[in-house]
């Protein structure tokens, strides 16, 4: 199986000569070991996975002499399984002080970030890894720029990416983003999504609550996918899973937690007046949803009715990743208001904010420009804004408002 190269590389190798403890979490066959075991080759880390139920036990009952026995640098990995490893580390770091000591990998994303806070604070650097993004399978391992709606960085960004016309971006959207598919090593999307689902439910979702019936997740998530893009509805989500909204909040923090699902949350500003205040949710993987909400190829996803809610899906997710693969924190938001009135994404950086509008069209016109005044009424400046669309190539609507194929992001 080919490597593909990660964008995250870069971040790892520079936090591990600041920070003792470098902690990269994401959800499960994302590539989080596979990343860091090729990182580590030509050094002496050794590795050891918590999977294996006999380290696990040394782990979670003699933590002291589970790192008498694995001695750093090393590479723990789904170390979420014993928790009680943390205060030894914190002991080990706090005596020797070398960087890069231990490397640490796990699956359940704010449940461990809990212990690493109470345990490891300053000592740790926290790296989050998603599924691929369309730099690491289209632009050859060479996008590690976060988005921004500049023209000079986008026209940088149009020369390392390989393009695609509508068709092209859905079966992008369709295929998904998991390193299995993509490199190759499992052809059957169905087979491989079908399994990666069971692994999920089996393990990860009953190690955070025993008390969940596999079918009623199952419902249940795919009840969340089909609103993929949308504001966040928990009686809708319940009703259709046959669950109580109790079941569905707690359900919705399990999916949160491993990695699965994000939410956007609305823009808000002390001069912004009649805003609503429920997040959007969205997907990783817009394979999984694909898969969930049972489109049976890429052409009849583009011409489906879920096919701007996806659309939106996979753009907002796709600059998340820009992100996150620079180990930065996305400050990306939308904006509606009583009115109905909404812009999909609102980019605050740098003391200004970008608006964004994703759109199917490929012609693009000065229309969609209206809404974005809507943000001048807030006490951060409104710059740059952009539509995110289907046209083949880089241009723009006027000097301020800018044209971005989707095959670009």
Not at 252 to 279: M, Q, W
């Amino acid at each position: 199986m080919k490597y593909i190269t990660r964008d995250l590389e870069n971040v790892v190798n520079q936090v591990t000569k600041e920070y003792p403890v470098v902690f990269v979490t994401g959800p499960r066959q994302v590539g989080k070991t596979t990343m860091l075991q090729k990182l580590m080759e030509g050094t002496d880390r050794g590795y050891v996975t918590l999977d294996d139920l006999n380290e696990r036990n040394i782990a979670k009952t003699d933590p002291e002499l589970f790192l008498q026995l694995h001695k750093p640098p090393i590479l723990i990995d789904e170390v979420q399984y014993a928790t009680e490893l943390f205060i030894y580390i914190k002991m080990h770091v706090d005596k020797y002080h070398d960087a890069g000591a231990f490397w640490l990998t796990g699956s359940q994303v704010f449940k461990l970030m809990k212990g690493v806070q109470e345990s490891l604070a300053g000592r740790v650097a926290v790296l989050f890894l998603t599924s691929l993004s369309q730099s690491e399978i289209y632009g050859g391992g060479r996008g590690t720029e976060a988005f921004t709606v500049d023209m000079e960085a986008l026209s940088v960004r149009s020369k390392s990416r390989e393009e695609a016309d509508a068709r092209g971006i859905f079966e992008r959207i369709y295929r998904g983003s998991m390193p299995a598919i993509v490199s190759g090593a499992n052809s059957n999307n169905q087979i491989f999504y079908s399994s990666y689902l069971n692994t999920y439910i089996e393990r990860d979702v009953r190690e955070l609550s025993d008390a969940i019936d596999s079918l009623k997740f199952l419902r249940f998530i795919t009840a969340v996918a089909a609103r993929c893009g949308q504001m966040l509805n928990v009686a809708e989500i319940a009703r259709d899973a046959d669950i109580n909204q109790v079941q569905a909040k707690n359900w919705l923090g399990i999916l949160e937690a491993l990695g699965i699902i994000f939410y956007l949350h609305p823009y808000s500003n002390n001069l912004l007046r009649r805003l609503v205040k429920t997040p959007k949710l969205y997907f990783y993987d817009t394979g999984l949803v694909c898969y969930l909400t049972k489109w049976s190829s890429a052409e009849t996803l583009e011409s489906g009715a879920m096919n701007g809610a996806i659309l939106e899906n996979y753009v907002v997710a796709e600059i998340r990743k820009t992100y996150l693969n620079c180990g930065k924190e996305p400050y990306l938001y939308y904006y509606r208001d009583k009115d109905a009135k909404e812009i999909d994404i609102v980019l605050e950086h740098d003391g200004v904010l970008n608006p964004i509008e994703i759109k199917k069209t490929s012609n693009p016109g000065s229309e969609l420009l209206r809404v974005f005044g809507l943000l001048d009424k807030s006490s951060t400046p409104r710059s740059n804004g952009a539509v995110i669309c289907m046209k083949p190539g880089l241009g723009a609507i006027d000097r301020d408002n800018y044209i971005v194929p989707v095959w670009m992001i």
